[in-house]
């Protein structure tokens, strides 16, 4: 008896220790695999870190960068209006942007590498109202897609509130927000496809155009709907007859400096990673911006006999502006050189060609965005080059070629945007007006559209 209760023991001894040896074999082989398809399934930390400061820093620059910019310029009786326009904006394109904004952007059905196609000029609905995105949806095996989502978000936010300087004083808030919603789907969304929503489309496959941070999306495509926007809404009353100075340049001041600092989210962020592209895209910021600002300074400086603060903070601006396509591929001669042209050009824009077109662009939107866009677009295509200290032009094309397909994509931005904004502004135009009436412009639109003033002046 007990030797058969030992030999039961000895079996059962026997089988625990292949079961053990079992296990532990099949964890030494499966331990790397789950290791692996773990690896696969987690986004980079350090990425996804750099890119929730990049959202939150591009955030910032229109609530409160922009908003600060633009209210200090503006009449007294006109500040919270601006203000209004900025944080409202901010609200309805979020909404915008979950419901249709970011599938029109960058869904990718139908779309083809090297071929024209409808996938080429717009995104389809596949992900509308989000659908499929979760907590483990990835963008390009790098970052949460809901990061990238939000990151984007935030550039659909502050191009209409960018367009908003250009008929500041004038127009109704309503008419502002209904041509904000339409233009933000059928000028804004598509040119974002087109730029950036890889093999397929129009600019960046097809054209073979660079746009690194939103040259042509973001600022000629604000600047030439701002032009439109200024010519349609038309002058506002007393303007080229009575002093209509900025209210607060302290307000500017500290604005301008918030865009510049956010602008490192704009342009660095647009690396979509932690890595040496968006630390040169931010060297390239930093040059870019201070050339211009102190190229702007000096250009006044020898004008007007004496250098303004709104002028370098205007200076600053534009090279924000010109360099924002180009952060990705210059390096920092080509930084200096873009800084210094977009200086001279813009001041020449916001000033000159202005005062002869005679249009009444309020706070130089198209002056700053729209020919600070162009001038930095076009250079992007020259200074790419790696012998002028760019990360080099793509394989088959040449300064000549590049520039050209630069060209082709403002030419594009110009028309597309140009026609769609003149057609919406009509739209509205018929059916809520656009303009407010003479004595509410007088009146201030603080008090005339939302019952408030800026300031208790008492």
Not at 141 to 157: K, L, S
């Amino acid at each position: 008896m007990q030797q058969r209760c030992a030999s039961l023991l000895a079996r059962k001894r026997t089988v625990y220790t292949r079961i053990g040896a079992l296990i532990v074999i099949l964890l030494i082989c499966g331990v790397p695999s789950l290791a692996l398809a773990q690896d696969a399934a987690t986004p980079d930390s350090g990425n996804t870190a750099w890119m929730l400061t990049s959202t939150a820093l591009v955030l910032f620059m229109t609530i409160p960068g922009l908003a600060l910019f633009y209210g200090g310029l503006v009449r007294v009786q006109n500040v919270l209006s601006v203000l209004m326009q900025c944080f409202a904006l901010t609200g309805l394109m979020t909404i915008l942007w979950v419901i249709c904004g970011y599938s029109l952007a960058f869904n990718t059905a139908g779309m083809e590498a090297g071929k024209i196609t409808l996938g080429s000029f717009v995104g389809g609905l596949g992900t509308m109202f989000l659908q499929g995105v979760d907590v483990n949806s990835l963008y390009d095996d790098n970052i949460p897609e809901t990061v990238f989502i939000t990151f984007q978000m935030t550039f659909a936010i502050i191009t209409p509130a960018l367009i908003a300087g250009a008929f500041a004083e004038r127009m109704k808030f309503s008419a502002m927000l209904i041509f904000s919603v339409l233009w933000s789907i059928v000028v804004y969304a598509p040119l974002c496809h087109m730029a950036w929503s890889g093999d397929g489309s129009l600019f960046g496959d097809i054209i073979g155009a660079l746009d690194f941070a939103g040259g042509n999306v973001v600022h000629i495509n604000a600047g030439i709907a701002a032009l439109v926007a200024a010519i349609l809404v038309g002058k506002r009353i007393g303007y080229g007859t009575s002093a209509m100075p900025p209210h607060s340049l302290t307000l500017t001041v500290v604005g301008a400096s918030m865009l510049w600092v956010g602008w490192f989210g704009f342009n660095a962020g647009s690396a979509v990673a932690a890595d040496g592209t968006a630390g040169m895209a931010m060297l390239v910021t930093q040059i870019s911006t201070a050339t211009a600002a102190i190229t702007w300074m000096f250009v006044e400086w020898a004008v007007h006999r004496k250098p303004s603060a709104l002028g370098i903070v205007t200076g600053a601006v534009a090279g924000l502006v010109a360099i924002t396509p180009a952060s990705g591929s210059v390096g920092p001669m080509g930084a200096l050189v873009i800084g210094a042209v977009s200086g001279v050009v813009c001041y020449w824009g916001a000033t000159s060609l202005k005062s002869k077109l005679g249009y009444d662009d309020s706070l130089d939107a198209f002056g700053v965005h729209g020919i600070g866009g162009i001038v930095g677009a076009l250079l992007t295509g020259v200074f790419v080059a790696e012998g002028l200290g760019g990360s080099g032009l793509a394989e088959g094309m040449t300064i000549g070629t590049q520039v050209w397909a630069q060209f082709l994509s403002i030419v594009i931005t110009l028309i597309w945007s140009g026609v769609l904004s003149f057609i919406i502004l009509k739209i509205v135009d018929a059916t809520v007006g656009l303009r407010v009436e003479e004595d509410e412009e007088r009146m201030g639109l603080d008090l005339s559209q939302h019952n408030e003033r800026g300031y208790n002046l008492s």
